[in-house]
């Protein structure tokens, strides 16, 4: 029937389509980051690494709101610390609430879509829990943001092992393979893997993985117009930016620098746009002056127009939403605000198979560690204007992609080879 072949063709792509429309779609971001690889996987056990309290049953919609979603001993817990003084709510918050009670009976909908599909919903805690070796203790992960920021840092090299091929394949050992070391400075500078092979890359005894046809370049935003294409008509098509918000919230922990708002102004949107039309994907938290912002100043200023707004809604393993749908400072979704540079372009509409983007589309996954956002590229390419393959950028990137470019301070992040088992 369609709902086991649509399973297995989960269990491939990683991509489950929950209604016939497409408007609502369950991911699995290791399954669509290991599109990318070709010796490698990601290692799930290090994707899913955040640890959920897994239940024994799901419960309808129904029943989350008399209990409580999410309500376990662990948010209890941190809920005894977050308790604040209840007050009135601010008119921006007002607004925000508002907003909420409109978009509710959409994400409701998507939820209650995903409770339906039993075969989806016992595979999940399968998907997380792998056994694949993956441990976080041991060596430290290099902090590539406090390293870029000493005076050193131009002085650090990485170095890329090109293979040659497989000289010795013995029965019990992985194939060794020869390889060509090319050592380039790590900072500032755009690095690539421009073969169809992943390549091992080593930094002060890390190792990292590159994956193939994929590019990085590490610098802070002061170097951010390094990237605009000499030519404008080498530019990107897509370009998705995952900005370092400001957040309000005093018990968010501090996991990287953030930037105030006006920053993200002279990101040069405009310039690393194809002139034949690009899609713009903007990851936002929920805040209602942040909305405003980018719709009344940010989207103006990066030229963006033909704006529509889709929402990440996050599960955990057992299927239940990550916290109650109604918390106000912890919602358990985040939304994604989408729109066109260049639509006059004359080439923009001609592309084969281009569509827009239709609102209120709705992506369903279990979070990653260190709030890791799921890979959607996949799903936006019939969205992406201008010739194939499209040229795709991720703006404050900290991993890289088959084919991308990667830029931020940290885009080797989750590249470290602990994330990674050998296929
Ligand atoms: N999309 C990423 C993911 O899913 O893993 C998360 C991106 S995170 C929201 C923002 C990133 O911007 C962080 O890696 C942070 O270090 C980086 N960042 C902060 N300040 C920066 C700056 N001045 N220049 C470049 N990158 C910066």
Redesign the pocket.
Known sequence: NSSSEELSSFLESGIFRLDDGSRVVFVDPVRLLNRSYSRFRVSPSGYYSRSFKSRSKVRSIGEEEEEGIGDDAERRGKKKKRKRKSRELNEREICAEIRHQELRPLLLKAYNSLLTVSNLLSCLPNIVEYEDGYSNSGREEHNF?ELGNLCQAPHYEISLCFNKGVIEEAEDSWPVRVGEWTIVPLFDNLIGNETTEDVEAEFLNSKYILPPRSSFYM???RRVRDLVPVHSDHGFNLIVI???WENGSVYQKAV????PNRYFLYLPVKQLAHTAGALVVL?MTNREKLRLFVEKELFPTWGVTNVTTHYWLKVKPDGSLISELDLFHHRPYESLVVGYVNVKSAEFESTPSFTYMQDNQVFISIPGS????PPLAKLLLDHVPGRKPAKCIEL????LVGGWMSW???PL??QDSRYFIRK
Request: proline fraction near 12%.
């Open positions: 943001v610098s802070d935003l995952d900005p370092p990287y620098p953030t930037l990851w260190h709030s890791r956002k404050f990137a900290r991993e931020g301070n940290e992040r989750f």
